[in-house]
């Protein structure tokens, strides 16, 4: 039997690329009870809980992350690692003795048993292929489980594979031998492997999935100073860097680059910098364990596995180190990036302790750019055009490069249009900063494979670039009109929320802001300010809107542009409504003369505009952004149900860590309808339901919007015209 608290791998869990500002504090708020020795901790963004394996009693602890209630789940005998596949929502359990793999429904708790080699001992997940490859630390092989229906394919791998980790960029796994002396590498697509010579007993692995190196630890208590192997995922080739004594752990910050080893020998770490493979060394506690990163505010937590031990904290930009006084050997590690929680399994008294890091983000404030394609993919081949994007594949578009486009590398995050041109049906698209774990969240779906378009706010990822997934072939247009940048920054403004107000209805009596409809090819201002009940200010310099289109009589309109008056009609759509539906949008829309938007449609259309807020010189009452991880505030799918009618979300008490300061949040709403839905109205909690929409789904279809919702006490208040489920992803708020 391998002695598992030396060779499990550690699977890094990664959050959004931010810009934030560390504190130093952390706090140890509760020790929860679990099983017999807890060995290995997995978050679940899907569900917002902690599943930890315990290895003596053959059962996984579940807990829930927000009330700490936790359920006991029977599995395998001697459960040694676990992961997570947030995007399918299971759990997966390596079972030790049990030569088996338990899997976890997320939803009902439900079991699953997969026979695998002989001691399973580490498992990785592709999320984006669905794929689960487990290590046979005896059977000398690595069973991929194919996540749709668990069937399985058994590859040969070096001697005792002890450790495993992937590259979902390329989809090649790393099976770290520790009696070969070598590295399996596994072609995800073909199941062919090709064998690199590492360090000897090479016993943990992890991959910088950006630069394309993998890093493999080298060493043991019997072969004196360690080493750490560096692939070049390109060639094979391999560079060796001397480390501390028998290193047994490692993780990336794919952020900063930086690589962070465990010398359980020696009680430090070794940071290697992934640019030129120098090193430093940082003193941790007596018999460092595992290492965990949060790369969201730059923190490296090592579990420092003695009966007396404790958890120490590294802040990655000045390498000081604090203590956290954690009893009962803490061994295992998990983190979530979400709400900056740490987790250690400690394994003499049964217990998980739950640790809070407090931080500052960084205050953000808007820049408006003239509305510009960034990126379409219909386009020649290039960075900024073709191909489309393959189903189940994502792709980085690195946003300040488009030089046409006039955005600064200073920009920390981009409010950007995107749509979709799918090649038949399309599940889902979802856009993130790139640089971070694929989020359990949607930016729209189009199942009938219709030309749609929402907008989001994105923070920017490593090298200032968006990864976007598509689950389906499509090509895609990105469209930018603004973005956001470090607070105070005389180019830049603040948020002034308001209730939801509508400026326009051409459906109303003829009038600036009323009828008659819009004519097809033809140009028509609004004089935004001229809609004096809404309360903007005459100092705004852009708008928070949201647009609604009715088509005339039903028929197809291909797409409707908006931009400031005043300048020249750009080459950007901001909604597109080819079935003839009622359809919305919301963009962020600079203000032209005398404070004016000008629209165009394609077609014959009405046109109902509402706003939620504007820009202005910072002042009183004047907002900033700040970004967190994607996270799902309500999924009624998962708790209440379909419902008609209103329903108050408290976003200030869900799991996401949103903080009591948020005066607006900026979230992702989609419906998915019961039958046809007329509209969705987003408003703060205890106000009256004002006249206005988030989005409308007539025809029933999946539809999504970006809302921002100003609130007075965290909770927002949801009004549905017909049954629907509601999702409301958070990506970043507004707050003093």
Known sequence: MPTTRHTLLFLLVCGVALTGLPTTAQTLLATLPTGSHPIALATNPANRKLYVANQYSNNVTVIDEASYASVTIPV???????????????????????????????????????????????????????????????????????????????????????????????????????????????????????TVPVGTFPNAVAVNPLSNKIYVTNGSYFAGAGTVSVIDGATNSTTLVPVGLYPNALAVNLMTNQIYVVNAADGTVTVIDGATNFTQTTAVGSSPGLVAVDPVIDKIYVSNDLAYGGLTVIDGATGSTTTVAVLGNPYALAVDPANHRVYTGNLTDNTVAVIAVAWAPTAL??????????????NPNGQFGGPAIGGGNFRDFIVPDNLSCGIPATAAAYSLNVAV?????????????????????????????????????????????????????????????????????????????????????????????????????????????????CGIANSAIAYSLNFAVIPRLGRPLGYLTVWPTGQSRPL??????????????????????????????SQDTDLVIDINGYFAAAGA???????????????????????????????????????????????????????????????????????????????????????????????????ASGLTQLLLDISSYFAP
Not at 494 to 509: G, K, Y
Not at 583 to 601: C, D, F, H, K, W
Not at 636 to 647: P, V
């Open 76 to 194: 395998g005998t001697y459960p040694t690692a676990i992961a997570a596949n947030p995007v399918s929502n299971k759990i997966y359990v390596a079972n030790q003795n049990g030569n088996s793999v338990t899997v976890i429904d997320g939803v009902t708790n439900s079991t699953t048993t997969v026979a695998t080699g002989r001691s399973p001992t580490a498992l990785a997940i592709n999320s984006v292929t669905n794929q689960i490859y487990v290590a046979n630390y005896y059977g000398n092989s690595v069973t991929a489980i194919k996540g749709s229906n668990n069937s399985t394919v058994t590859i040969a791998v070096g001697n005792y594979p002890t450790a495993i980790a992937l590259d979902p960029v390329t989809n090649k796994i790393y099976v770290a031998n520790l009696n070969g002396y070598t590295v399996t590498v596994i072609d995800g697509v073909t199941g062919g492997t090709t």
């Open 365 to 378: 404030q808007f820049v408006p750019a003239t509305p510009c394609r960034v990126v379409d993919t219909r």
């Open 421 to 533: 041109v799918p090649h038949g049906g399309l599940g889902y698209l979802t856009m993130w900063p790139t640089g971070e774990d694929q989020p359990v969240v949607s930016t729209l779906n189009s199942l009938d494979g219709r030309v749609k378009a929402n907008a989001a706010i994105v923070p920017a990822g490593v090298n200032g670039a968006v990864r976007i997934y598509a689950s389906n072939t499509t090509d895609v247009v990105l469209d930018i009109d603004g973005y956001f940048v470090a607070a105070p920054d005389p180019s830049a403004y603040a948020f002034f929320p308001l209730t939801p107000c509508r400026v326009a209805d051409t459906r109303s009596t003829i009038g600036p802001l009323g009828g008659p409809y819009l004519s097809g090819s033809q140009q028509r201002n609004f004089p935004v300010l001229a809609a004096s009940s």
């Open 572 to 601: 950007v759509s901001t909604l597109n409504a080819p079935t003839g539906t009622v359809t919305a949008n919301a963009a962020l829309v600079p203000a032209g003369q005398a404070g004016e938007i000008s629209v165009y449609p």
């Open 621 to 719: 009452g004047g907002l900033s952004l700040y970004s967190t991880s994607p996270c799902r505030v309500l999924d009624t799918r998962q708790r209440s149900g379909a419902f008609r009618g209103e329903l108050t979300v408290d976003v200030v008490d869900s799991p996401c860590g949103v903080p009591a300061t948020a005066q607006a949040y900026v979230f992702n709403a989609t419906v998915v309808p019961i039958g046809p839905l007329g509209y969705l109205t987003l408003w703060p909690d205890g106000q009256p339901r004002p006249l206005a929409s988030t989005l409308n789904a007539a025809d029933g279809a999946i539809t999504s919007n970006l809302a921002i919702v100003p609130t007075n006490n965290g909770s927002i208040d949801a009004y």
